[in-house]
């Protein structure tokens, strides 16, 4: 516990970017963490109102089309894209970092990062909640496997992960989002997980596929505000 907290206070004093906007209720603004491997930009929401017990958290991790070191093109798609402009989703902090060009996504990084946007701004501890679509997909789910007791639920889309690691988190809520036509990650490997899931006791996991859909599943799955609606009913225990 010691060394967990040790870790989010560091990051905290590490939050920022030089020259950026400074964080302020009902806007999203670049920020950068400085971590032991670099640097890694990310666009962060704060709501307009607070509830006494902290608001909700998303995390959110884009696909490999938007890896590099211009973070305008994170929020092309999902959560960094529709925030300023949809009430379902403004209530939540939004985390949506970059993750550096050519490579894949660090989940100790990634949680580095949450635990530092956490000590700073103070979210509902039992409110933290995972999404990510395609490369950021397969994220989701090793970030949750690797730290299954941290969020309140997970949302990956159009990605894949590791069937042998469902017992991890065969207690997390998950909704699984793909395209039936999708050739780019195959249904399967989706399908694969909550497959395993289920086998492992999983009582709490859907997947919702979209028949005529390919690759593209992330925007009508990110355009229902029903996906924050049912977030907003999961809690960490």
């Given at each position: 516990?010691?060394?967990?907290f ?8 590490t ?22 491997a ?7 929401w704060?709501?307009?109102e ?7 958290l ?9 890896r590099?070191?211009d ?11 529709l925030?300023e402009?949809?009430?379902?989703l403004?209530?939540?902090i ?10 894949w ?7 580095a ?6 000590a ?27 730290y299954?007791?941290?969020?309140a639920?997970?949302?990956?889309v159009?990605?894949g ?6 017992g ?11 395209g ?10 989706s ?7 289920k086998?492992a006791?999983?009582?709490d996991?859907?997947?919702?596929v979209y028949?005529?859909?390919a ?23």
């Amino acid at each position: 516990m010691k060394s967990l907290f040790f870790t989010a206070c560091l990051g905290w004093l590490t939050l920022g970017w030089t020259g950026a906007t400074e964080p302020e209720p009902g806007t999203q603004t670049r920020q950068s963490f400085t971590h032991g491997a670099g640097t890694m930009d990310y666009w962060l929401w704060l709501p307009k109102e607070t509830p006494a017990e902290g608001a909700p958290l998303i995390v959110f991790l884009h696909g490999s089309g938007e890896r590099g070191d211009d973070p305008s093109v994170v929020r092309k798609h999902g959560p960094p894209k529709l925030v300023e402009s949809m009430p379902a989703l403004q209530p939540f902090i939004v985390v949506s970092p970059q993750c550096p060009a050519g490579q894949w996504w660090d989940v100790e990084v990634i949680k580095a990062l949450t635990d530092a946007v956490v000590a700073k701004f103070r979210p509902n501890p039992a409110r933290l909640y995972l999404t990510g679509l395609s490369m950021g997909g397969y994220g989701t789910w090793a970030l949750a496997a690797k730290y299954p007791d941290f969020f309140a639920a997970a949302v990956p889309v159009c990605g894949g992960g590791d069937p042998a690691q469902a017992g991890r988190i065969k207690d997390l809520p998950l909704r699984v989002y793909h395209g039936a036509k999708d050739e780019a990650v195959p249904l399967a490997r989706s399908q694969e997980m909550v497959d395993a899931l289920k086998a492992a006791g999983a009582a709490d996991v859907e997947l919702i596929v979209y028949p005529e859909l390919a690759h593209d599943s992330w925007t009508p799955t990110y355009d229902d505000p029903g996906l924050y609606t049912w977030l907003l009913t999961k809690q960490r225990k």
